[in-house]
């Protein structure tokens, strides 16, 4: 059932202006919030596809240690696929986030959602917090990768925010140009994609007359390089178990804050 100490301080998560990266206040502290960060991709695409790609991890690394200082968080959470190699991180990989936690404020807590590209990420990344892909409560933000259904902890808090999806819209202009942008996801959770499930029952707001659904945040990726879901393009199939159904009004922004509306009709 909900906790009510939670409900009654309602959750704020806040889109960073001009970033993959969103903001939460939580037991009074600055929580920072990115979602496939994807390290090591560049080698997966070599070792994978046969691809060379010269390595992003400097300016990966750079970009989030710049959010790191310019907010100064108490605590990061990393929506799952800190990693991309879905077994043992290769060299380059463990290379990558090692420098990356040396380099972290001291203070700093960090909690890693395992995704499903995080292989054994708890058998060796000593420096963090790792929690099942299921996800957590924290407070009144839930926290889960978004390739498995999330834990019912997770869904009555009041907003749940996840990763996995890398979102993305195709834009179009009038002279049959486009170009792809990543997005951000945001709308009330739907309740009829959930009733079904017995391991949802319970739920505050399944029940009649219950509370709203919590509203959900789908983050975009960190990793620009990854593609992802275009979740304007018809035919596209979402990756997590409960889109789109799940959200089914839900709203499509771009990283500078642009409103764009309903996602299935942008």
């Not at 926290?143 to 996840?162: K, M, R, S, Y």
């Not at 942008?181 to 707001?205: C, I, K, M, Q, T």
């Amino acid at each position: 059932m909900a906790d009510d100490s939670r409900r009654s301080t309602p959750a704020h998560v806040e889109p960073v202006p001009g970033e993959p990266a969103a903001t939460a206040t939580i037991a009074g502290e600055r929580t920072l919030l990115v979602a496939d960060y994807h390290a090591g991709y560049e080698a997966g695409l070599r070792y994978e596809r046969g691809v060379d790609v010269p390595s992003h991890a400097p300016d990966r690394r750079e970009r989030l240690l710049e959010l790191v200082e310019r907010l100064a968080p108490s605590r990061l959470v990393v929506l799952g696929d800190l990693m991309h190699s879905i077994g043992d991180p290769g060299g380059a990989e463990r290379g990558e986030l090692e420098v990356l936690f040396e380099r972290l404020p001291d203070a700093i807590d960090v909690t890693v959602v395992k995704g499903n590209h995080d292989g054994g990420i708890e058998d060796w990344l000593g420096d963090a917090t790792v929690v099942p892909g299921e996800g957590i409560a924290l407070g009144d933000v839930g926290i889960c990768h978004g390739h498995t259904w999330p834990a019912p902890a997770v869904l009555e808090c009041g907003v749940v925010c996840i990763g996995h999806e890398h979102p993305c819209v195709r834009l179009e202009d009038e002279i049959g140009g486009s170009r792809v942008e990543r997005a951000w996801l945001r709308g009330r959770l739907d309740p009829p994609v959930f009733n079904d499930r017995s391991a949802y029952d319970g739920l505050s707001w399944l029940a009649e007359n219950g509370p709203e659904p919590p509203r959900l945040v789908v983050v975009p990726a960190f990793n620009d390089l990854v593609g992802g879901t275009w979740i304007n393009v018809s035919g596209q199939s979402f990756l997590a178990p409960f889109l789109p159904d799940g959200l089914a009004d839900g709203e499509a922004y771009l990283l500078d804050g642009t409103r764009l509306g309903p996602y299935r009709s942008v």
